[in-house]
């Protein structure tokens, strides 16, 4: 008998990018092919050069599982990172089409627009000069595994679960970010609380974490690319005619509705 050959990374890249372009879920590949966190980044890359192939750009980075509700929602206890690309910004306000989706949710986030390149290895306490605005953010996430179910490498490998982001206004960071209030509203009523502290602490340690990060694997943030700093709250699922509001004390609103 033939011995089976696992899958490499650009066919688990075609994998997932052909569940997203479908929005047709497909099973959980790590184990199966024996792709560890290492691995799962490579095949996040090549996932993602599909869509830079196709004519989008690349515009920022997003954090993920930085809060506590986040990693016990899905059952990974590990900050990764992510790529956005142009293709995934919805306007504040703007209308989404579920259609392009396979089970999307929603949550609040902050976003952090560049004014520079960190250089490597720069000190914590110096980044704050290469942050040019903050935001509200809400980011949309929807998983390309069967029933939202992921380990740690096969999130890594969707890149990180990444399909759209809102940006409110942007405005000069204040001098705390580490304990402001945040509410997730669905058709005006609550549906999340939470505070700023939840993202690690504080979400100038997301930007940090995403410096080091993605510097590990050669990427350096840019000028004028934004940073999601992760989940304030657990994620809600977003469903048809939803009006979804994400409010950060002190830096405003950003909203998104979903297509009836």
């Known amino acids: 008998m033939t011995r089976q050959t696992r899958p490499g990374v650009e066919e688990l890249a075609d994998r997932l990018d052909e569940a997203a372009a479908k929005a047709a879920p497909i099973p959980r590949l790590a184990a199966a092919a024996g792709v560890g966190p290492a691995a799962a980044y490579a ?6 050069e599909r869509r830079l192939a196709r004519g989008e750009r690349l515009v920022g980075l997003k954090m993920g599982l930085t809060s506590r509700a986040k990693m016990a929602q899905v059952g ?5 990172w992510g790529r956005l ?6 306007d504040d306000g703007g209308l989404v089409d579920l259609g392009r989706y396979i ?7 902050v976003a952090f627009l560049m004014s520079r390149s ?12 290469a942050v040019r605005a903050v935001a509200p953010a809400i980011e949309l996430i929807d998983s390309r595994y069967d029933g939202f179910s992921f380990s740690l490498p096969d999130v890594i490998a969707d890149n990180t679960s990444a399909a759209g ?4 206004p942007w405005r000069p960071v204040p001098d705390g970010l580490d304990n402001l209030g945040v509410l997730l509203e669905v058709g005006g009523r609550v549906v999340q609380t939470g505070s700023t502290a939840a993202i690690l602490g504080d979400p100038r340690r997301a930007l940090d974490a995403a410096v080091r990060l993605a510097g590990r694997r050669g990427v ?3 000028e004028g690319w ?6 304030a709250t657990a994620a809600v699922p977003l469903r048809a005619g939803d009006h979804v509001r994400a409010v950060v004390e002190r830096l405003g609103t950003a909203s998104l509705r979903a297509a009836s």
Do not use: K, N, W
């Open 103 to 109: 089970h999307p949710r929603v949550e609040p986030e």
């Open 118 to 129: 960190p250089e490597p290895g720069e000190p914590v306490g110096d980044l704050a000069s």
């Open 76 to 80: 990974v206890d590990e900050v990764i």
């Open 226 to 231: 934004v940073v999601l700093a992760g989940a």
């Open 43 to 48: 095949v996040q890359e090549a996932l993602v």
């Open 220 to 222: 350096r943030l840019r």
């Open 85 to 90: 690309t142009d293709g995934m910004r919805v």
């Open 165 to 168: 982001f809102v940006v409110g």
